[in-house]
């Protein structure tokens, strides 16, 4: 039972334009929304985050937005850059932020 | 401020051996989590530890599986036997708890033969 989805495993951008990442989820338990990073043979590393009494979270580059009643949440990279070309997963959170469950990934490609 | 470390980073073995991961979180970080991701899919939690005791092992196969927090600090994660389904990567996370952010080591590579 996936219950957090990335319907999307791969997704390519052009330098300078916006990434849009999506994910969607079913348990309506979850309360906290988490975006990490992951480099080739590195451990995921934390983005971004955002709780489910807000519906938009930014940070510089990266913004987070969550619709609930939809139980979407999506992530933007404006603008993309080349370094940004990671896997990008999705997990999601009870109350207590802690037992973290994660979508499948996307792979993003920025090209220069 | 260093990270989490984990050792080995690669591991071979055949089908029936057994073998050990091991992780050092980050200095004062409370809560250690060991994770199995699978190629093609996300991190899944194995197991959770706030200081030295077990808070979820619900996703642990128990039968082959076992993980120890001694002292609080450094972890570690057994397989034994190991089958084919369990190469993977496994991840080792700590934070400071109460939900805090997670910092996650650079996984050690698990290839079952």
């Known amino acids: 039972d996936q219950q957090v989805k990335q319907n999307s495993p791969s997704l390519s951008v052009q330098e300078g334009r916006i990434s849009i990442l999506n994910c969607d989820y079913t348990?309506?338990?979850?309360?906290?929304f988490l975006w990490y990073k992951k480099y080739p043979a590195e451990g995921p590393t934390f983005l971004i985050s955002i709780s489910s009494i807000k519906d938009k979270n930014e940070d510089g580059r990266f913004t987070v937005f969550l619709n609930k009643s939809a139980k979407h949440l999506s992530l933007h990279i404006v603008p993309s850059q080349p370094g940004d070309s990671a896997v990008y997963f999705c997990a999601a959170s009870g109350s207590s932020g802690d037992k973290l469950t994660f979508g499948t990934g996307t792979r993003l490609a920025v090209r220069p | 401020e260093a990270g989490v470390a984990q050792s080995p980073r690669y591991k071979i073995i055949e089908k029936r051996q057994s073998v050990a991961f091991w992780c050092n979180p980050i200095s004062g970080h409370a809560t250690l989590y060991w994770y199995q991701q699978i190629l093609g899919q996300g991190p899944k939690l194995l197991i959770q530890?706030?200081?030295?005791?077990?808070?979820?092992d619900s996703q642990l196969p128990k039968d082959r599986f076992s993980a120890e927090r001694l002292k609080g600090v450094d972890s570690t994660l057994k397989i034994q036997p190991a089958k084919l389904e369990d190469s993977a990567v496994y991840l080792c996370?700590?934070?400071?708890?109460?939900?805090?952010?997670?910092?996650f080591g650079p996984g050690t590579r698990l290839t079952v033969t």
């Open positions: 530890f706030q200081n030295n005791g077990v808070v979820d």
């Open positions: 996370a700590s934070s400071l708890g109460g939900g805090g952010e997670q910092y």
């Open positions: 348990n309506s338990m979850f309360d906290y």
